[in-house]
């Protein structure tokens, strides 16, 4: 029988996940401190809970302000990733990089030296059809090839931004083994309200491995609740059994419980921490019971490869 597998994923962007649309509440609630701390929080959760996890990093984030001019023609070089980069230019030009300039996240994540650095795109600007968006995918990869090298790095999975998966066929070109797909939802007003009733469905399961292949679809797994907005209304408790559910459906069949979150949302998401803390002590126990195996992303593509 296939082994159960959890897989905890970060996406790691600050306010490059909401470049288009950031506001007064992202100027506030992005600080160089709070994101700081709630890497850390995370960090010693996972130390804590003995799990590697996969933080797949907006590698712009990770960049300081003498890197930036290294990249800054090929972040603009066209007028989407111009436009993509305009608020950004902006808070730089005002002399305001807190949530777009944060080495010391990376930093913070490598020093735990059990982690997997995995990518989440550049500038996470979203891709798109057709040639121009491929071009644009491989321009990025280049760019993430270059700066994760000198930072001794090789990133191997990919987290699509706002997963939408584009031309995942160039990922092998700079060495990627695998890429978490896409949970099938509906767009609009209906993909939100399936999105809300998925977090009160305590008989949510876990997902199939995937297959063996050159590239391997890493399964989209569940995001955690974000309790921000109407979500905050999600009955703490209730998320704990929706985990706990999905865990034993893992454990009985032998499938995937994969876990994803941003860190950024534990700034303003209510009680966010105490919930996630307390779902992943559940999945702790079960780790040390032996009833589940942790892997990272990329740890889980090559135990199918191998």
């Not at 970060?10 to 649309?21: I, P, Q, V």
């Not at 701390?37 to 804590?48: R, V």
Request: hydrophobic share 40%.
């Amino acid at each position: 029988m296939p082994r159960a597998t959890f897989i905890l994923t970060l996406d790691c962007e600050g306010k490059w996940g909401m470049a288009d649309h950031i506001t007064a509440h992202h100027d506030q609630l992005f600080t160089s401190a709070g994101l700081r701390g709630a890497y850390g929080f995370i960090l010693d959760l996972c130390d804590a809970m003995d799990i590697s996890a996969t933080f797949a990093f907006a590698w712009a984030l990770t960049l300081g302000r003498e890197q930036y001019p290294d990249f800054q023609e090929r972040m603009e070089a066209d007028p989407a990733s111009a436009a993509w980069c305009a608020r950004f230019r902006q808070d730089l030009a005002a002399g305001n990089s807190e949530g777009w300039l944060e080495p010391g996240l990376l930093d913070l994540v490598t020093s735990r030296n059990r982690h997997e650095i995995a990518s989440h795109g550049f500038t996470h600007l979203v891709g798109a059809r057709g040639p121009e968006g491929r071009a644009r995918l491989a321009r990025e990869l280049q760019m993430i090839r270059d700066w994760s090298s000198l930072k001794g790095l090789n990133p191997q999975t990919y987290v699509f931004p706002r997963n939408e998966v584009y031309h995942p066929e160039v990922l092998k070109d700079f060495g990627y083994v695998g890429y978490r797909t896409r949970l099938a939802v509906m767009g609009g007003r209906l993909g939100k309200i399936q999105n809300l009733a998925r977090e009160i469905n305590i008989l949510t399961q876990a997902q199939p491995h995937a297959g063996k292949a050159p590239l391997i679809e890493i399964p989209p797994g569940h995001f955690f609740n974000w309790r921000r907005g109407v979500r905050r209304r999600v009955p703490p408790g209730l998320t704990l059994l929706r985990w706990k559910h999905i865990v034993a459906d893992a454990i009985r069949k032998g499938t995937v419980c994969h876990l994803w979150l941003h860190p950024h949302n534990l700034l303003d998401g209510q009680l966010e921490s105490e919930v996630l803390e307390s779902v992943l002590a559940h999945v702790g126990q079960r780790i040390r019971a032996g009833d589940i195996h942790v892997a990272t992303q990329r740890a889980y593509c090559q135990s199918l490869v191998n």
